[in-house]
């Protein structure tokens, strides 16, 4: 349904102010355009030698021998924010680079030499439309989002899970899977990403968190791209069931889950994030202020959006909104009667 990359949209004066306020905006090193300045790269393979998208990139020594401190430096601001020390025990273990996609990113991987543990975190290039993904992903989802910006440098921390594609090929095929709850959980991710229009939820924008409970596993479905926020032109972009890479689990939901269970799921959904819109009232009140006026679609991306949620709510409310930012905070408002 998407056979374009978006349009990128500068991050607005107004916005940054929005960010220096809520702590987002940090002096880190802007990398960004200095990682593309590899000199050769291979391939990159998952665990089961089976290749992904990602390729493996490589430095000249020189070039690596700057880029070190610099990315350690931002590892460090994201996870213990400021630190001055020293931290000698982190090494650059590897930089994979991502053509695909709209912000190219280069994922890092940093291993504490003391304990050999590793773990990640993204450089990508700063997007406004992005942005307020991550920030509505923060204000009104179940899960805290961390992440910083500098210039045109998004730093992003890794948000762990079974990727959406593998779960489905593999994980949905496995003994003891508990239907019922995995579908659940779709239809109330399907619901908050329909609320806040964030689109493109295929099966590889995704992760499923699995933790085991006292007698039964838990999931939680997170979006791990944002790119997508607030910007397609066509209504049913912003409902993942109607990807066909989601189609197991929606068959699943509608072979294990009745109109009524359903209809339960949804108004739980709405009622938690009413509850999370209404604790963060000011901080929603003041990205949507700066949203509504910026521009972050093409105008007929908003003519055909506007005229899609007319007719699935059946209302003339959003007859009048000339941005995305507009009709996502009349869609907001809409749907969590706030």
């Known amino acids: 349904m998407i056979s374009r990359r978006k349009q ?3 991050v607005s004066p107004p916005l ?40 493996t990139v490589f430095y000249e020594p020189q070039h690596m021998a700057e880029l070190r401190p610099k990315l350690t430096e931002i590892y460090t601001e994201l996870k213990v924010g400021g630190a001055t020390e020293r931290h000698d025990h982190l090494l650059v273990d ?11 990113p280069f994922r890092i991987r940093i291993t504490n030499l003391d304990n050999d543990n590793s773990d990640y975190f993204y450089v990508k290039h700063a997007d406004a439309s992005r942005i307020y993904g991550l920030e509505l992903e923060h204000i009104l989802s179940p899960s805290r989002i961390n992440y910083l910006v500098k210039g045109n440098t998004l730093i992003e921390e890794h948000i762990a899970g079974v990727p959406g594609d593998v779960y489905q090929h593999e994980h949905m095929k496995r003994k003891g899977l508990n239907k019922v709850r995995i579908a659940k959980e779709f239809t109330k991710f399907n619901e908050r990403c329909f609320i806040r229009l964030l689109g493109d939820m295929r099966s590889v924008n995704y992760v499923v968190e699995i933790t085991p409970d006292f007698e039964e596993v838990q999931y939680r479905v997170r979006p791990i791209d944002f790119d997508q926020q607030s910007y397609q032109g066509k209504g049913k972009i912003y409902l993942a069931y109607h ?19 359903i209809e339960q799921y949804v108004a739980e959904e709405h009622a938690q994030m009413t509850r999370r819109a209404k604790v963060e009232s000011g901080r929603l009140k003041a990205l949507l202020g700066v949203m509504q006026r910026e521009e972050l679609a093409p105008r007929e991306h908003v ?14 409310i959003f007859r009048d909104c000339r941005t995305m930012g507009e009709l996502t905070a009349a869609h907001i408002t809409h749907m969590l009667d706030l």
């Not at 355009?33 to 390729?55: A, M, N, Q, R, V």
């Not at 590897?94 to 190219?104: A, H, L, M, T, V």
């Not at 068959?251 to 009745?258: D, G, I, M, Q, S």
């Not at 003519?303 to 003339?316: F, G, I, P, R, W």
């Open 16 to 55: 940054w102010q929005y960010l220096y306020h809520f702590d987002r905006m940090r002096e880190i090193p802007q990398v960004y355009d200095d990682l593309f300045h590899f000199s050769g790269s291979i391939p990159y393979e998952d665990p089961t030698g089976k290749e992904t998208l990602w390729l």
């Open 243 to 261: 990807f066909d890479s989601n189609r197991t689990v929606t068959r699943l939901a509608f072979e294990v889950l009745n109109r009524r269970a």
């Open 94 to 104: 590897r930089i994979d680079f991502g053509e695909f996609g709209n912000s190219r």
């Open 303 to 316: 003519v055909q959006l506007s005229k899609d949620l007319a007719k699935y709510h059946h209302t003339d």
């Open 8 to 10: 990128r949209y500068p």
